[in-house]
């Protein structure tokens, strides 16, 4: 049933019940444009964190990138010489209330309880802490005072509106920019295009997968003639498996690669595999942030070994939620292998000079 909706939110299945859905799609984001505009005439009050606050979100269901931007702008913010925090709401972690996922220098939650996100995040950064919790205003308190941070990054905050912030960034997948065109739950936008005029730094990503960035870039300005516009891609650092073993990219060269994920965009994936000159002999796809038992790796483990491929192939999201004993690292064909990124925008002198400059940007957030 959920993989039919989730055909129905993407424009693949049609019917009664996609009708139905679009129907819901029109109430929903009549509450979204009410619920901007409570807040725009201050019905609903914006809270002054009293730090600065960079927001990174996007206006589509997943697939943007906005992890791996979330901890390039954090260690970027590090080198700046600010105590930078990340604030994430932790999708899908079981942990209640506020939970610091790490301090910066320790993991205090896993996987599941932390949401697959925040461990990423926690795991790939040193000296940053992690503050998980629905209430990103008491988070971003409690880590003043816990941490005396004085940068917060807030994961995943364009529709949170209650919480201010100095720079509100819009993070738009250049390969699949606005879905089907329609609101959820009758397709992939999260708001009304109106709100990419809320934007204040526009950065389109995985740029460099796309023929269409200014078909986009036109559509943009249509909602937000004003905001500075980047162009983003993905740097291949290497591969890492289970054990913490490390290989070259190049190592992916002419091989037969068996992929699998469980992402918002399963596409672009298998586009930066394929541009590396692997060859992709056989897939499997499941629902974003989706946990894997061991029967489900056993399966990857079958498939993999009738489709004839010598490597199995995932995302670093994806192999945070793997558990150990369903894969067995010491054969070859059971080996599991996370193709590990980084967030580079192409103008890094423009994006830094712009993220940090002291006063508003442009006034839309």
């Given at each position: 049933m959920e993989e039919y909706v989730n055909g129905i939110i993407r424009g693949k299945n049609q019917g009664v019940f996609s009708f139905f859905l679009f129907l819901l799609s029109i109430v929903y984001g009549f509450i979204q444009r009410v619920r901007v505009l409570l807040y725009r005439k201050g019905l609903f009050k914006v809270e002054k964190i009293g730090s600065k606050v960079i927001s990174v979100g996007n206006i589509t269901l997943?697939?943007?990138?906005?992890?791996?931007?979330?901890?390039a702008i954090a260690q970027m913010g590090t080198e700046k010489s600010f105590k930078v925090t990340i604030i994430t709401r932790g999708y899908k972690g079981k942990a209640e209330g506020i939970n610091v996922v790490s301090d910066g220098s320790r993991i205090l939650l896993n996987c599941e309880d932390a949401g697959d996100e925040p461990y990423l995040m926690a795991k790939k950064l040193n000296g940053i802490p992690v503050v998980k919790g629905k209430n990103r205003y008491l988070s971003a308190r409690f880590?003043?005072?816990?941490?005396?941070?004085?940068?917060?990054?807030?994961?995943?905050?364009?529709?949170?509106l209650k919480i201010h912030r100095d720079v509100n960034i819009l993070l738009i997948d250049a390969t699949d920019p606005f879905g089907n065109n329609?609101?959820?739950?009758?397709?992939?936008?999260r708001e009304p295009l109106t709100a990419i005029g809320r934007a204040d730094i526009i950065v389109l990503t995985k740029?460099?997968?796309?023929?269409?960035?200014?078909e986009t870039i036109k559509k943009i300005r249509e909602y937000n003639p004003s905001a500075p516009i980047f162009t983003s891609y993905y740097y291949l650092i290497d591969l890492v498996d289970m054990k913490g073993d490390i290989m070259p990219v190049k190592g992916i060269k002419g091989r037969s690669l068996f992929i699998f994920s469980g992402l918002a965009n399963h596409s672009s994936f298998r586009s930066i595999i394929e541009r590396e000159g692997a060859r992709v002999k056989g897939e499997l796809t499941y629902p974003d942030h989706f946990y894997y038992s061991e029967s489900d790796m056993k399966e990857i483990k079958k498939k993999s070994e009738s489709a004839g491929a010598d490597m199995i192939v995932t995302t670093e999201k994806d192999i945070v939620r793997i558990p150990y004993q369903g894969v067995e690292p010491e054969t070859s064909s059971g080996q599991v292998w996370a193709l590990r990124i980084e967030f580079i925008v192409e103008d890094r002198e423009g994006w830094e000079s712009i993220l940090f400059q002291?006063?508003?940007?442009?006034?839309?957030?």
């Open positions: 997943g697939g943007t990138g906005k992890t791996p931007a979330v901890m880590a003043i005072k816990r941490f005396g941070s004085d940068l917060f990054i807030l994961d995943d905050g364009f529709q949170h329609r609101i959820f739950p009758g397709g992939t936008l740029s460099d997968l796309s023929q269409k960035n200014a002291k006063g508003p940007i442009g006034g839309n957030s």
